[in-house]
């Protein structure tokens, strides 16, 4: 037999009929998410009200992740941030917290305020007890990159941040599954500065509290206005004039904390030139070890000296008497001495990303430097405590110069120093 027709035919296409019959249903499925008539409306915000209400689940799960992520500041240990947040609950009640935002509902909002708060509280505490173990068990070898970066507002955070509360709130409203994976977005946007600020209350470095719980709120406010305008483009409205309220004065106060807490409110009367640009801070320091020193002999008489220019040319000094006399020039003698030149390291740590200025050895952390960054080494001043190498250095951060110690490992230089030991002192003494 031949066969001459192929043993595939083509998908014929659809018609014209059957793509508007499919949009129409596609329009109308969109429709009954939000019913047009109040009984469905108030069953369907019912049932999405049950499924975002806390349970045991959201403390249990916000405690472990918040002693997670505690020991992850300790150790400074990205990997056990990324578990933290893996273990991190759902966070549903965010959700249930904005759709009784645009319902109106006052019960709901405050059940899951309420409940947002306590498991805030436990992630918090967390983080609290990490900070004080830091005390009690120190290291001087360690730093806190993790926790330092965490408690800054980052534009990439923000993204991650939206792309989670949009995503979140789709999955939420349009499938009964558990969207875990936006919920973990989410988690890395809220829990991280959390965690953050409470270690540094605890540690009592500075630079981590209070910076790390403003950045909490920020991003909370930034992740509930997004999931508004989702539910407002889900066509979740405000049914009634107290919701409508309520709906538009909670946008207003997170608009108004937004604005506030980043500075955006100044950046703004800057561009309409109702204020002006704070200039940068200039600070003109001294030093006498990185100065040339002049030590001028006691023969000397009066005399006006540059420095680091001997002085040779005596001066005239008349007397008292009637007649005028010439006063011999005594021999005068002027020292230069020359301390060494200062070097400049570059901050080269194998773990944490930087390494810490503290103000002593061991002791209180004035900054923190990423790797890459240059200091200027003190020659001279070099401290050995608890067989650790300390190097005094100086930095400039933000326009501020930082005085303080550093550990000798985590710097190199780009002119060997051998065995970091002090440089000698030469003197060159001039005597005309």
Request: proline share 8%; aromatic share 10%.
């Amino acid at each position: 037999m031949n066969y001459t027709e192929p043993s595939s035919q083509p998908t014929p296409e659809p018609s014209q009929e059957f793509v508007s019959a499919r949009a129409r249903r596609r329009r109308a499925q969109r429709r009954a998410y939000f019913p047009a008539d109040e009984e469905g409306r108030n069953a369907l915000f019912e049932h999405l009200a049950r499924r975002a209400f806390p349970s045991y689940e959201l403390f249990v799960f916000s405690l472990v992740a918040g002693v997670i992520l505690g020991v992850g500041y300790f150790f400074n240990a990205q990997s056990l941030l990324i578990f933290g947040i893996l273990v991190a609950p759902l966070l549903t009640p965010w959700i249930g917290m904005a759709l009784s935002i645009i319902a109106g509902s006052g019960r709901l909002f405050g059940q899951t305020v309420i409940a947002l708060s306590v498991s805030s509280l436990l992630i918090f505490a967390s983080g609290l007890l990490a900070g004080f173990a830091s005390r009690v068990l120190p290291n001087s070898a360690r730093t806190f990159t993790e926790a330092f970066t965490h408690s800054r507002l980052w534009p990439p955070d923000l993204f991650v941040l939206t792309v989670g509360a949009i995503i979140i709130t789709v999955s939420f409203v349009r499938s009964e599954e558990r969207p875990y994976l936006p919920s973990a977005l989410l988690a890395y946007g809220l829990l991280l500065p959390l965690c953050a600020a409470g270690f540094g209350l605890g540690s009592g470095v500075s630079g981590i509290w209070p910076q790390g719980a403003l950045v909490f709120v920020v991003h909370f406010a930034w992740a509930t206005f997004f999931g508004i305008i989702t539910l407002f483009f889900l066509r979740f409205y405000p049914i009634s004039l107290g919701g409508a309220t309520f709906t538009g004065l909670a946008i207003i106060a997170i608009l108004t904390a937004a604005t506030f807490l980043t500075g955006f409110d100044q950046w703004i009367r800057i561009q309409a030139g109702l204020a002006t640009p704070e200039p940068a801070r200039a600070t003109a320091t001294s030093d006498s070890t990185l100065l040339v020193t002049i030590t001028p002999s006691r023969q000397m008489t009066a005399s006006v000296a540059v420095i680091g220019v001997p002085t040779q040319t005596p001066t005239r000094t008349p007397t008292s008497t009637p007649k005028p006399t010439l006063v011999p020039p005594k021999t005068s003698t002027s020292t230069v001495t020359a301390e060494p030149t200062p070097i400049i390291g570059l901050i080269r740590a194998s773990e944490g990303g930087g390494a810490l200025i503290r103000e002593k050895p061991g002791g209180k952390v004035l900054a923190i430097l990423p790797n890459g960054s240059t200091v200027t080494i003190v020659p001279n001043d070099i401290q050995e405590v608890n067989k650790v190498i300390w190097v005094h250095v100086m930095a400039l951060v933000n326009d501020v110069r930082i005085d303080g110690w550093m550990i000798q490992s985590v710097l190199v230089t780009a002119t060997p120093v051998a065995d970091w030991q002090p440089s000698p002192t030469s003197a060159v003494t001039s005597t005309p």
